[in-house]
């Protein structure tokens, strides 16, 4: 069981290109999210899903585009990449519910120069 | 809205010494509390999860009993080992459609042989 599978696992990116990071999970999960882990700040919300068709903005949204097509994939795009950009990104899925636990991949670590 | 605050590091601890993170929260209601811990180089993952009032949550020798009176999740180990080192988040759910959490900034814990 693969759990939550993030890729790439180390991005650099020159100002204003674009990406996608790949998160797709293999438990059958209805809500998955991306979080960005900054120095100082924990984490914070960018983007979630409850579900396939269904996308919402978190606590910091500018500049990145989700889509969820289908239960497993919840692709991250960055458009115009910024050096504020700069920080590691986890995805992370859950059943949902409040007693859940939610399951984070390993991380992607983006640099923006 | 909804915020937890846990205090900040960096915690260096000698090998055996009784480990205590605070955390505290913000929340309409009564959310389900969690501990999570990152060890280096990884994603998060489930220590422990208080879902009531007076609940308390045990893994792998930490505990956190929550406290609806003074709205407090701290987290505690008798007996810290060198494996423990890794950053430790303090998270709440805040329900609603969204399945999602809100984090604490994060403790990173370092034990000394």
């Known amino acids: 069981n693969a759990g939550v599978t993030q890729t790439p696992k180390f991005q650099v990116l020159k100002t204003g290109q674009s990406m996608t990071l790949q998160c797709a999970q293999d438990m059958n999960h209805e809500y998955m999210s991306w979080y960005r882990q900054d120095p100082g700040m924990g984490l914070r919300l960018i983007h979630y899903s409850v579900g396939a068709g269904i996308t919402d903005q978190g606590e910091v949204p500018n500049g990145y585009n989700v889509s969820r097509s289908t239960t497993e994939d919840f692709p991250l795009r960055l458009l115009s990449a910024a050096p504020s950009q700069t920080s590691v990104y986890f995805c992370a899925s859950s059943y949902g519910g409040e007693t859940t636990e939610a399951f984070f991949g390993q991380g992607t670590r983006l640099t923006v120069v | 809205g909804d915020s937890v605050t846990q205090m900040e590091g960096p915690v260096t601890l000698s090998e055996e010494a009784f480990l205590t993170i605070n955390c505290t929260y913000t929340a309409t209601g009564y959310p389900s509390l969690f501990w999570y811990v990152q060890y280096p180089g990884e994603g998060l993952q489930l220590l422990l999860k208080a879902t009531k009032a007076d609940d308390k949550g045990s893994n792998k020798g930490f505990e956190a009993t929550y406290r609806k009176e003074t709205t407090s999740f701290h987290l505690e180990k008798g007996s810290v080992q060198v494996s423990d080192s890794a950053v430790y988040f303090c998270?709440?759910?805040?329900?609603?459609?969204?399945?999602?959490?809100?984090f604490g900034k994060g403790t990173k814990l370092s034990v000394k042989p």
């Open positions: 998270a709440l759910y805040y329900g609603g459609s969204q399945g999602n959490l809100i």
